[in-house]
């Protein structure tokens, strides 16, 4: 069974950086488009950075400049390193792959950024 595992959460302070990684168990990692999401309290699901597995990227505007995805296809993991956080990155953050038949999420991780 394919599963992606988020981890790297945690507080941080603004300013600061966190990385997240997302491990893709299975054999789709390589050809499929990964994203990031979050969910900030009391608000919608926001897709915030994606991967194509040729490694081309786009982001969020509210996050350009100061995030980077990255994928590893030898490790089947998908990074997201954050930098400049502020208090507004505060939220779930999740990983997600999906097909035209099938959607898989993370479990989510959780990222606080403190003023």
């Known amino acids: 069974q394919v599963q992606l595992v988020e981890s790297g959460g945690g507080l941080g302070q603004a300013g600061g950086s966190l990385r997240l990684s997302c491990a893709a168990s299975?054999?789709?990692?390589?050809?499929?488009?990964m994203r990031w999401y979050r969910q900030a309290p009391g608000k919608q699901r926001e897709l915030v950075a994606t991967?194509?597995?040729?490694?081309?990227?786009n982001y969020a505007d509210s996050v350009k400049g100061r995030f980077t995805i990255s994928r590893d296809n030898a490790k089947n993991t998908v990074y997201l390193q954050m930098n400049s956080l502020k208090p507004d990155d505060t939220a779930v953050y999740y990983c997600?792959?999906?097909?035209?038949?099938?959607?898989?999420w993370g479990q989510g991780t959780q990222v606080t950024v403190s003023s």
């Open positions: 299975g054999s789709i990692f390589s050809s499929n488009t």
């Open positions: 997600n792959t999906a097909s035209s038949s099938w959607i898989l």
């Open positions: 991967i194509t597995n040729y490694g081309s990227t």
